[in-house]
């Protein structure tokens, strides 16, 4: 796999149902032991931050870039999380709290549906800085934790995490993957007239902000649940299609409270569509 890969496959990569490894704690937390960062990791996460914002510049939706409030903190380098969680915690009531790295659904999804988000502990090298094997505090901090400030965003999740557990209950975790997959990593969003990115795996990666706005590879469709469920996507290049929605507000009004048992059961049998050839 060349650069530019940005988040495994959660699905394919995800440890099958296992005890946490020794030193986590039965939902798969460790202590974060912010002072056992070295000076190189906080540097890597200082660069990548600097570039980052600055190719960003007004290409994330406005709610990202408000939310980045809560990442500037009392120092540079890798947020400490008790001190951004108390910053976090009293906007929307979510906290991060730090995973060694991919934890089993059912862990990630109760995480998520108690408004906790899991961080893996450890950042990419120098050397590495376009390559992602798993997510890292990186992807998960920068890429997730500002809009997780946006109370619509911030319940948005909550919702996906009970939609989780639910699908793992029923075996319909790779349609609610798609979900996940299409909205909180890879989502596009309209805003006064501008396609603007909201997905953490796109805000996170230097190489997929242009090309996701820019290029004319991609398909660029609007939000439809019943056509998201049905997409199947690559993890290991940058997407063939992205959806698009009108607002948070929206993508949480067709979410949240909804049952989405009956569609999964409409869509048994019906092919999978591919995003590149929608
Ligand atoms: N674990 N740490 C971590 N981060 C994830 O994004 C993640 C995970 N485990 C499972 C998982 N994602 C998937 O089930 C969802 O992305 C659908
Ligand atoms: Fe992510």
Not at 148 to 163: E, K, N, R, T
Request: net charge negative; charged share 25%.
């Amino acid at each position: 796999m060349q650069a530019d890969q940005l988040i495994a496959d959660p699905i394919a990569e995800t440890p099958a149902r296992s005890a946490p490894p020794p030193g986590a704690a039965a939902d798969w937390t460790i202590p974060q032991h912010w002072e056992r960062f070295t000076a190189e990791e906080h540097r890597v996460w200082d660069i990548l931050f600097a570039r980052q914002q600055e190719l960003l510049g007004t290409r994330a939706v406005r709610a990202f870039h408000e939310g980045l409030d809560v990442l500037r903190l009392s120092k540079p380098g890798i947020p400490d999380l008790d001190e951004l969680n108390e910053r976090l915690f009293a906007r929307t009531g979510w906290t991060v709290v730090s995973v060694p790295g991919l934890v089993p659904d059912d862990i990630f999804f109760d995480h998520l549906s108690n408004r906790r988000f899991p961080a893996g502990n450890f950042i990419r090298s120098a050397e590495q800085l376009d390559y992602l094997e798993e997510p890292d505090v990186f992807h998960d901090v920068f890429g997730h934790v500002p809009l997780l400030a946006q109370p619509a965003v911030a319940d948005f999740m909550q919702a996906i995490g009970g939609h989780g557990l639910h699908a793992l209950e029923v075996g319909a975790l790779h349609r609610l993957a798609r979900l996940y997959w299409y909205t909180v990593e890879f989502g596009l969003a309209r805003e006064d007239g501008a396609l603007k990115i909201y997905g953490a795996g796109i805000l996170s990666s230097f190489g997929e902000t242009r090309y996701s706005l820019e290029s004319d590879v991609p398909h660029r469709p609007a939000f439809d649940m019943r056509r998201v469920l049905r997409t199947a996507y690559c993890s290991s290049e940058f997407q063939k299609s992205y959806f698009v929605i009108d607002s948070f507000e929206d993508l949480l009004d067709r979410t949240v409270g909804d049952d989405l048992a009956p569609l999964y059961e409409a869509l048994d049998g019906v092919p999978d569509l591919d995003p590149a050839f929608p």
